[in-house]
């Protein structure tokens, strides 16, 4: 079983919309939590931290749920710019989900 | 400026040919990692460095070499490529263990 799995998408939405995704971990243990921006292949920018109560940063929300080992993302009033693949990452070895594409349409 | 400098950018070489990919961190990171990035498949790590001297495999090990003797650079290499390591190639360093992990650029590796 791969260590971080990501539903692949593709999550196509209009511009405005609310879309939400999740990413699983096996590894229990696990501390560090993260999600990642990919665009085009260039190499991935950290979007935000994971923290155990949730937090949200603008738009964004990640959400930490440690019984059903997930991480989930939510992007609210979604724009063009919202365009990419959003990576996450678990653990101490920093195991890479293999991404979530979102296309934001005008 | 803190950045992690990988070279060269984009790389075509012939099977069998040994080649070594550069890394180079300025901030002093314990922590240093190889992953390749195929398309449908995310990014999978490849070795991975704790501190200088401790290197540990990943989850694609296989045909790749990595060293690490000073703190700062952590070159990948491969001693005999093969097609099927065709890829996109991305070096990583962190500081403290929740903090983010910082990328370089990347290296395109084409092996005909």
């Known amino acids: 079983r791969k260590e971080v799995e990501q539903d692949p998408g593709p999550f196509n939405v209009p511009e405005g919309a609310t879309v939400a995704f999740n990413c699983t971990y096996s590894?229990?243990?696990?501390?560090?939590f993260f999600w990642y921006r990919q665009d085009c292949r260039k190499e991935p920018k950290l979007l935000m931290s994971?923290?155990?109560s949730g937090n949200e940063d603008g738009r964004f929300t990640a959400q930490l749920n440690r019984a059903s080992q997930y991480i989930s993302l939510l992007i609210r009033d979604s724009k063009l710019s919202d365009s990419a693949t959003y990576l996450c990452?678990?653990?101490?070895?920093?195991?890479f989900g293999a991404g979530t594409t979102v296309t934001v349409r005008a | 400026e803190a950045q992690v400098t990988q070279n060269p950018r984009y790389l075509i070489t012939v099977t069998g040919k040994k080649l070594t990919v550069t890394c180079s961190q300025n901030m002093n990171h314990e922590y240093m990692s190889w992953y390749r990035q195929d398309p449908g498949l995310g990014l999978r790590q490849i070795y991975y460095s704790m501190n200088v001297e401790v290197t540990d495999k990943g989850d694609v090990p296989e045909g790749y070499k990595v060293s690490r003797k000073e703190k700062r650079n952590f070159p990948l290499i491969l001693e005999s490529p093969s097609p099927n390591q065709t890829s996109l190639y991305f070096c990583a360093s962190r500081g403290r263990m929740n903090e983010k992990l910082f990328f370089g650029s990347g290296t395109q590796l084409s092996v005909l």
């Open positions: 994971v923290y155990s």
């Open positions: 590894n229990s243990a696990s501390q560090s």
């Open positions: 990452v678990a653990g101490y070895k920093l195991s």
